[in-house]
């Protein structure tokens, strides 16, 4: 194993844990926070829990990210109780670092926080079963049922105009011409078609400006890994990475799942004949997403299912792209073209729902129609 730049034993010993520290295991699913699972134990046995770096240059505020966290993970907890669930698997708890202290801030300034570890359930990249990402969808959906109570107006913005595609497509324009550190040129090809596609950007937040869709406490980074299914059911159990829950659009969680969900290939593929757009895991979303949201889904929506999740892949393609031209300053990677190569699937994958589209379409309509008329 990698050494790792952390002392996570020293880190372990500031949250209020019951028992001693045996041994950590880095994750690597996420491209923003660092994470290590740690062993603890004690006289009644071993247990595991989360001990994640907070990445400062992405969330600036970490007391206001934290107290979003603990706000919707408490209200999520009681909604839990009440309707007969178990609340130590089905969200997030945060371990305190000492008195009233959600978080610890190391010497070097870092911020660290400890979360519960959900034992029996385990997160997925790919899908090898499109049960899973069906599952996702109701995983997803009822995290949505579960705040659609929530104070709105209490939630602090941990990124601003996080999932505004037009200020992400100014931001990019504005690294194509610094240039920071020579890339432009070797990426005219990208930058090409990220023009082309960006008079799309605005459609969503037009028609949120228009009253045709409204905001509602969203996630924000509906990723496949950031659900956890049961291992012997394959349920998705828990919904995680709560850093950007914040005030959206429902339609930006269904279209970043299905951005990363109906890739045949992974985020960061380098050999471009693997990425396509599968219809299928695309049909068994749409259905778990229409059913989780019960009443709560509206025409206008369905009429933009297909479009959310194209704009979703044009958003976070440029955002890789921008990043790329910007020196990779904003996401983690571990190769210096991590970056282009994610900015490439993203825009393979947009060629290829562009060639899918009237299917896309009828897929949505066809799914609504059918319950519907239940
Ligand atoms: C980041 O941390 P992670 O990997 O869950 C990013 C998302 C992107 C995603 C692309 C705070 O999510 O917005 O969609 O990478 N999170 C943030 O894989 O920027
Ligand atoms: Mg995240």
């Known amino acids: 194993m990698e050494k790792s730049p952390f002392d996570i034993k020293k880190i372990t010993s500031e949250f209020c844990l019951p028992g001693e520290y045996v041994d950590c295991e880095p994750i690597k699913n996420g491209h923003i926070n660092d994470t290590f699972k740690v062993r603890i134990k004690s006289q009644e046995g071993e247990k595991q829990f989360l001990i994640q770096r907070i990445n400062t240059d992405v969330f600036k505020d970490p007391d206001a990210l934290m107290e979003n966290i603990i706000g919707v993970t408490d209200h999520i907890r009681r909604f839990i109780a009440k309707n007969g669930g178990d609340p130590e698997r089905e969200t997030l708890k945060v371990y305190p670092a000492g008195e009233g202290k959600n978080y610890y801030r190391d010497e070097n300034g870092s911020c660290w926080r400890c979360y519960n570890y959900v034992a029996g359930t385990s997160s997925r990249n790919v899908i090898d079963d499109p049960a899973v990402f069906y599952n996702a969808a109701k995983a997803f959906g009822r995290f949505r049922q579960m705040l659609a109570d929530y104070p709105i107006e209490s939630l602090n913005e941990t990124i601003p105009d996080f ?198 379409e009828e897929i949505a309509r066809e799914v609504y129609r059918g319950k519907t008329n239940d």
């Not at 997403?289 to 194209?310: D, P, Q, R």
């Open 163 to 360: 999932h505004d595609t037009v200020k992400r497509v100014e931001a990019l324009e504005r690294a194509i011409a610094q240039d920071a550190v020579g890339r432009a040129a070797q990426v005219t090809e990208e930058i090409a078609f990220a023009r082309k596609h960006s008079p799309e950007a605005g459609r969503l937040l037009d028609l949120l400006a228009k009253g045709e869709l409204s905001l509602s406490v969203t996630h924000n980074d509906t990723k496949l890994n950031n659900v956890l299914f049961d291992e012997t059911t394959n349920q998705g159990i828990c919904v995680v990475d709560l850093d950007t829950v914040m005030p959206g659009l429902s339609l930006y969680d269904f279209g970043d799942a299905i951005r990363f969900g109906a890739n045949t290939a992974s985020e960061g593929e380098r050999d471009l004949t693997k990425v396509s757009f599968d219809l299928e895991l695309y049909k068994v979303y749409v259905q778990g997403y229409i059913e989780a949201s019960g009443s709560a889904i509206s025409e206008c929506e369905v009429n933009n299912l297909a479009f959310a999740s194209k704009l979703m892949t044009y958003e976070c393609g440029i955002r890789f792209l921008t990043d790329y031209l910007n020196g990779d300053v904003y996401f983690n990677i571990s190769k210096p073209d991590d970056n282009i190569a994610r900015c490439r699937t993203q825009f393979a994958l947009i060629d290829d729902m562009e060639s899918k589209w009237e299917q896309m």
